[in-house]
């Protein structure tokens, strides 16, 4: 809608717009009565003289009469001479009147034959209207006059006064009653009117009006579009952040925090006034927001039993302090990781060192001539065994080692759409032999599923699952291998009817260099790097790694793709 159907503005133009009408019709009624009122007292002011001269004519003839019989009248009646004596007067003794001669009417009467006015009357001290007639008495010329008080005028006119005052009160009934009426009739179409249609303009005036707020929309939802997606952009940043990033305002309410914070702060990420374990951002804040330093020293703290490094970045406008944003870093995972390069390390110098120590101390007996030689072939074979198993380990650390450095360079490897179905058949017809071997029966039961992924990558984790299920399989074992689909997901299933594992070790298994049964992964060739190799690549390609296993029973690996 207009901005004017917001109630504030909207009630202001209905209240303009009802007092520009209501007012006016007021100002114009009450100009109507004003006018209406003077002519009301001009008419009867013209009517009194009409019966003044109506009078005089009638008395003319009789002005004998008149003096030696007088007859009651409404009006003063005088008869002057033409030297201004008063010859007769109804109202004042004639003795005491003094000279006419001077009075206006009375010249302009002998001079013109009539004349009327109204005045002063300074014998019965009060206004009086006058008529006066030239006329003859005997021989004689004299004026005849006629007076009345204009009070009998005004009484009239107050007599009308109450009718004038109910039409008056009619009358802004009426006039409150249009104002609304016609107030509502303009309002109604400038409501009807929406922002996103402007081509419907109920007023020519406003078109350029509209136009204006046409393209101010226009400008305003590009912008506001524009804000939003940029909003997206930093919050999806945010959110896609490997360390916890907090904003908060110069009050220290929590303005935005992603999930790493969540996960790093736990039940202090709220308002850091009402948490206790947040009083190092108080002081933080406070100082901030009081020296108006550029830059903090970064802390090391300690969160839900997570050890975190904090760096603070102030956020001021205008040289006003608005707040600031909070670097959240987990130290423990780097110690973590560092742990694990260290363990790791140790790991591959120790299983590196073992069948380099085999082959060693083989060579040496041969070459010093201290083998029989009906023994010879079997210390050649421990030492081409032994060689081939470091060979698988070397060559298994390398695959690790370009997976981690994959992941953490962010690079990305060729990746393409793959047919799951057709790469576990081809490693099922590389490992046939050794599951012949074993007596291992393998049954599949394979959707035909597209993944994107990279090729070798994918054929790794296969053949390291596979692998796993027939070497830890008991003899005459079963491997069952299935491929489907779940929602949008591409599952991968591998089943044995193995040893299993036991539940204290099922969450260590994809460790590197883990073992569950040591002394049978070494008979069996195993390097304890086979599941991290599957762990590793499922990572790569965001998939899960699952695993439920029994001991006694056997195991099933599942690993879900996004489809």
């Not at 350029?208 to 912008?223: G, I, T, W």
């Not at 363990?343 to 082959?359: D, M």
């Not at 099922?428 to 032999?433: D, G, I, P």
Request: charged content about 25%; hydrophobic content about 40%.
């Amino acid at each position: 809608m207009w901005a004017i159907s917001s109630s504030g503005t909207n009630t202001t133009m209905q209240q303009k717009i009802f007092s520009a009408i209501f007012f006016s019709c007021v100002s114009l009624l009450v100009v109507a009565n004003i006018a209406l009122l003077v002519v009301l007292e001009s008419s009867l002011q013209t009517q009194a003289f009409s019966s003044l001269k109506q009078e005089a004519s009638s008395l003319k003839s009789r002005l004998d009469t008149l003096i030696t019989q007088p007859t009651p009248s409404p009006y003063r009646i005088s008869i002057i001479a033409a030297n201004g004596k008063v010859l007769y007067d109804t109202h004042s003794d004639i003795s005491q009147d003094e000279d006419h001669s001077q009075r206006l009417e009375i010249q302009n009467a002998l001079k013109n034959g009539q004349e009327q006015s109204v005045r002063y009357s300074d014998t019965l001290k009060r206004d009086m209207l006058y008529f006066a007639s030239k006329a003859h008495l005997g021989d004689e010329v004299v004026v005849l006059r006629l007076a009345l008080e204009k009070s009998t005028i005004e009484d009239l006119f107050v007599q009308f006064l109450p009718y004038f005052g109910l039409e008056f009160l009619g009358c802004l009934f009426l006039s409150f009653a249009m104002a609304k009426i016609l107030t509502r009739s303009i309002i109604a179409p400038l409501q009807s009117i929406k922002i996103d249609n402007l081509s419907k303009i109920p007023y020519d005036e406003l078109k350029p009006f509209a136009q204006k707020v046409r393209n101010e929309h226009r400008l305003v939802k590009n912008q506001l579009k524009i804000l939003k997606q940029k909003q997206s952009q930093i919050l999806l940043l945010a959110q896609n952040m490997s360390d916890g990033f907090l904003l908060l305002n110069k009050r220290g309410k929590i303005l935005l925090a992603n999930k790493k914070a969540q996960a790093h702060l736990g039940g202090a990420l709220q308002s850091i006034y009402e948490s206790k374990d947040t009083f190092f951002l108080q002081k933080t804040l406070f100082l901030l927001s009081r020296f108006k330093t550029q830059r903090s020293t970064p802390q090391t703290l300690e969160f839900a039993h997570k050890e975190c490094e904090i760096i603070f970045g102030p956020i001021y406008s205008k040289k006003k302090f608005k707040g600031m944003m909070v670097l959240v870093r987990d130290l423990s995972a780097q110690k973590k990781a560092k742990m694990l390069q260290r363990h790791f390390s140790a790991n591959v110098t120790h299983e590196l060192k073992t069948p380099l120590t085999a082959i060693l101390a083989a060579s040496e007996m041969i070459s010093n001539n201290l083998v029989a030689k009906r023994d010879f072939s079997e210390f050649v074979g421990k030492i081409e065994r032994e060689a081939q198993r470091l060979l698988a380990m070397i060559d298994e650390v390398l695959k690790l080692s370009f997976l981690d450095e994959q992941r953490d360079l962010s690079h990305t490897l060729p990746m393409q759409k793959l047919h799951l179905k057709t790469i576990i058949e081809d490693v099922l017809e590389r490992l046939k032999l050794i599951a012949q071997k074993q007596h291992i029966t393998i049954r599949t039961k394979l959707l035909d599923c597209t993944i994107m992924g990279n090729a070798e990558l994918i054929e790794n984790l296969v053949y390291n699952l596979c692998d796993n299920a027939i070497k830890y399989n008991k003899p005459k074992g079963l491997v069952h291998i299935s491929l489907y689909k779940n929602d949008d997901k591409v599952v991968l299933e591998v089943r044995d009817s193995g040893v299993g594992i036991p539940k204290d070790s099922q969450a260590r298994v994809f460790e590197r260099f883990f073992c569950v049964d040591k002394g049978r992964s070494k008979q069996l060739g195993g390097t304890g790097l086979g599941l991290s190799i599957v762990e590793s690549v499922a990572q790569y390609h965001n998939a899960s790694v699952n695993l439920q296993s029994k001991l006694g029973e056997g195991s099933t690996f599942s690993v879900q793709f996004v489809g």
